[in-house]
C-alpha cells in the first residue's frame, strides 16, 4: 500500500526555524518532493531529493534517508508569508505519478 | 511563460447535475495530470495523460467521471452526475515529460467545485 504521513498543524515564531517531518512507505520509490500551497491557491514546488542527503536552497532547506522512508523540510528565518500547507509527495515510478501526504498546516505567529 | 490554465475557478452546482472543468497546460508539456484536492487533505491523482494517451486512471470513479485530452494539449474533466462528496478543488498539472530528475509538475489555480 501507499503511506505518507505528516502532521497535520505546526505553529512557530517569526525568525525562528522550523522541521517538516515525513515518514513514508510506498510500493515504488523515484524521488520525494516537497510543496508549499497558500490557502486556496494552487501547490507550487519547492524541493526534491532522490538521494540520501541534505538539499539546501535559500531558506528553505529538504533531508532524505531512504533505508529509513523519512524526509525532512527545514524552513529557516521564517517569514509571516510562510503560513501554509506543506505537502510531501513521493514519486511512484510505474506511472510517474506523484502520491501526496495530507499535508501540514503551518502558522507563523509575530 | 505561461502558467496551467483552468477554468472556470467557481462551480455550484446542485447534486445531479454535471460540470465541465478545462484545463490548459504548458506548452511543450506532453504530461497531465488531473487533481481532486477535498478540504484539509493533499491531492489525488484521478487520471494522467502522456500526450493524449491515458497513463493512469486507477483513481477515477468511471462511472460518473470522465476525461479526455484529444489533441494532445487541452484536456476536459466532466461529472456527470454531481454528488455531494464531489465537493473539492479540482487541480490541473503539467509536467514536461516522465522519469529524469525533479521533472517537477506545475499546478494550474484550481477549480473550487461545490455541490448543493
Known amino acids: 500500500g501507499q503511506n505518507i504521513d505528516q502532521p497535520t498543524e505546526m505553529t512557530a515564531t517569526e525568525g525562528a526555524i522550523v522541521q517538516i517531518n515525513c515518514t513514508y512507505q510506498?510500493?515504488?520509490?523515484?524521488?520525494l518532493f516537497w510543496y508549499q500551497q497558500h490557502a486556496g491557491e494552487a501547490p507550487t514546488f519547492l524541493s526534491y531529493?532522490?538521494?540520501?542527503g541534505l538539499e539546501e536552497k535559500g531558506r528553505f532547506s529538504s533531508f532524505l534517508s531512504r533505508s529509513k522512508g523519512y524526509s525532512y523540510l527545514l524552513l529557516k528565518e521564517l517569514q509571516m508569508k510562510d503560513s501554509a500547507s506543506y505537502l510531501c509527495?513521493?514519486?511512484?515510478?510505474?506511472?510517474?505519478?506523484?502520491?501526496f501526504g495530507t499535508g501540514t498546516r503551518l502558522q507563523v505567529f509575530p | 511563460e505561461a502558467g496551467v490554465a483552468q477554468s472556470p475557478r467557481y462551480k455550484i452546482i446542485e447534486k445531479r447535475q454535471s460540470v465541465a472543468f478545462w484545463c490548459n497546460p504548458i506548452s511543450g508539456h506532453a504530461t497531465l495530470y488531473w487533481y481532486q484536492q477535498i478540504l484539509g487533505q493533499g491531492p489525488k491523482l484521478l487520471i494522467q495523460f502522456q500526450n493524449n494517451g491515458v497513463v493512469d486512471d486507477s483513481q477515477l470513479p468511471k462511472d460518473r467521471f470522465s476525461a479526455e485530452r484529444l489533441k494532445g494539449v487541452d484536456s476536459t474533466l466532466k461529472i456527470q452526475p454531481a454528488k455531494l462528496e464531489d465537493s473539492a478543488v479540482y487541480l490541473c498539472?503539467?509536467?514536461?515529460?516522465?522519469?529524469?530528475?525533479?521533472?517537477?509538475?506545475?499546478f494550474g489555480p484550481g477549480t473550487r467545485l461545490t455541490v448543493l
Open positions: 531529493n532522490v538521494l540520501d
Open positions: 510506498t510500493s515504488g520509490f523515484n524521488g
Open positions: 509527495a513521493v514519486r511512484d515510478p510505474r506511472a510517474d505519478k506523484l502520491i
Open positions: 498539472a503539467s509536467s514536461f515529460s516522465g522519469g529524469r530528475g525533479a521533472n517537477e509538475q506545475f
